[in-house]
């Protein structure tokens, strides 16, 4: 694959501003580590999303799609191809008739919730302090304090791998526990509609301020973190699990176990990718050998260990 004719080709169909060669991962992470991506590009059209889908699809170039990056590690050897960012499709539009926000998959779900409660409609309370994109949530069915996407998701507009465009109705999303149809199908969403209910702003706002008192009191936000990295295990929580094995305050590398909420791995001095997955590796085996349960990553591992020579 030659990384240059691929990034000749684009300079075709997109605006310079939107792309760029070698560019650090680190800079979109929030644990900020990884490696550069071969070819880093920032579409702001519907039209131009598919352009690059369709591209990549033809010639066989890998692509893979980031948002913000609070809930990925990417390995120290970056990502090879083309690595695709969202986040200039960020617009949210409210129908208050309809009771219902549009929001395009690089939106912050977080401004979802503060549109929601400007407008005082309720039931996006739960995704007030959730830190990624419209995107990310639906990918994984984000959920918070009793709520999830499934909830409030009423239908969304994707484009597949061929770059086909297409929209979906509630019962296509294939909803579980932090997953959904789109991590099977790798369907690149472009948008989502979410369906609210009328509401008293007072009441709205009381409940975000609890949430977000209640988050920033249990999680360890004055550190760069992938937020909960693990799934929550049938019958068990997993960050009780991992407390229990005498965990927390564990480090490797620059990487920790969070003494403050044992659910989470915080980047305390310059850790890398690498630490981090030693440490994740680390945790499920000793929680393992204590108490037979095989904790599954909720936060997704995706690139390369080593640069390409």
């Given at each position: 694959?030659n990384?240059?004719?691929?990034?000749?080709?684009?300079?075709?169909?997109?605006p310079?501003?939107?792309?760029?060669?070698?560019?650090?991962?680190?800079?979109?992470?929030?644990?900020?580590?990884?490696?550069?991506?071969?070819?880093?590009?920032?579409?702001?059209?519907?039209?131009?999303?598919?352009?690059?889908?369709?591209?990549?699809?033809?010639?066989?170039?890998?692509?893979?799609?980031?948002?913000?990056?609070?809930?990925?590690?990417?390995?120290?050897?970056?990502?090879?191809?083309?690595?695709?960012?969202?986040?200039?499709?960020?617009?949210?539009?409210?129908?208050?008739?309809?009771?219902?926000?549009?929001?395009?998959?690089?939106?912050?779900?977080?401004?979802?919730?503060?549109?929601?409660?400007?407008?005082?409609?309720?039931?996006l309370?739960?995704?007030?302090?959730?830190?990624?994109?419209?995107?990310?949530?639906?990918?994984?069915?984000?959920?918070?304090?009793?709520?999830?996407?499934?909830?409030?998701?009423?239908?969304?507009?994707?484009v597949?791998?061929?770059?086909?465009?297409?929209?979906?109705?509630?019962e296509?999303?294939?909803?579980?526990?932090r997953?959904?149809?789109?991590?099977?199908?790798?369907?690149?969403?472009?948008?989502?509609?979410?369906?609210?209910?009328?509401?008293?702003?007072?009441?709205?706002?009381?409940k975000?301020?609890?949430?977000?008192?209640?988050?920033?009191?249990?999680q360890?936000?004055?550190?760069?973190?992938?937020?909960?990295?693990?799934k929550?295990?049938?019958?068990?929580?997993?960050?009780?699990?991992?407390?229990?094995?005498?965990?927390?305050?564990?480090?490797?590398?620059?990487?920790?176990?969070?003494?403050?909420?044992?659910?989470?791995?915080?980047?305390?001095?310059?850790?890398?990718?690498?630490?981090?997955?030693?440490?994740i590796?680390?945790?499920?085996?000793?929680?393992q050998?204590?108490?037979?349960?095989?904790?599954?990553t909720?936060?997704?591992?995706?690139g390369?260990?080593?640069?390409?020579?």
């Open positions: 694959m990384t240059n004719e691929i990034y000749q080709y684009l300079l075709t169909i997109l310079q501003d939107d792309l760029k060669q070698d560019e650090p991962l680190k800079n979109y992470t929030y644990i900020k580590v990884g490696g550069k991506a071969d070819i880093f590009v920032t579409p702001s059209t519907y039209e131009d999303v598919q352009r690059v889908v369709r591209y990549a699809h033809e010639h066989q170039v890998p692509l893979t799609c980031v948002g913000y990056g609070s809930n990925v590690i990417i390995r120290d050897g970056g990502i090879r191809g083309i690595t695709m960012s969202l986040v200039k499709l960020n617009s949210i539009h409210v129908s208050e008739h309809e009771r219902t926000i549009t929001a395009q998959s690089g939106a912050a779900i977080i401004d979802a919730s503060r549109t929601a409660l400007a407008h005082s409609l309720t039931g309370e739960f995704a007030c302090g959730i830190p990624g994109t419209v995107g990310g949530a639906l990918y994984m069915n984000a959920g918070a304090y009793g709520g999830e996407i499934s909830f409030v998701l009423a239908k969304a507009i994707a597949t791998l061929q770059g086909e465009m297409y929209h979906l109705s509630r296509d999303f294939a909803f579980g526990y997953q959904s149809s789109f991590a099977s199908n790798h369907a690149i969403i472009l948008e989502a509609t979410f369906e609210l209910e009328e509401g008293v702003y007072a009441a709205i706002k009381e975000m301020d609890e949430l977000t008192y209640l988050r920033e009191s249990k360890p936000l004055e550190y760069p973190s992938c937020g909960s990295v693990f929550r295990p049938p019958q068990h929580f997993a960050g009780k699990l991992i407390q229990d094995s005498g965990l927390q305050g564990t480090k490797i590398g620059g990487v920790e176990v969070s003494t403050k909420h044992a659910g989470f791995m915080v980047n305390v001095s310059n850790g890398t990718a690498q630490d981090y997955i030693e440490l590796t680390f945790v499920q085996t000793t929680v050998q204590k108490f037979g349960v095989m904790l599954e909720e936060v997704k591992i995706i390369e260990d080593n640069v390409a020579e």
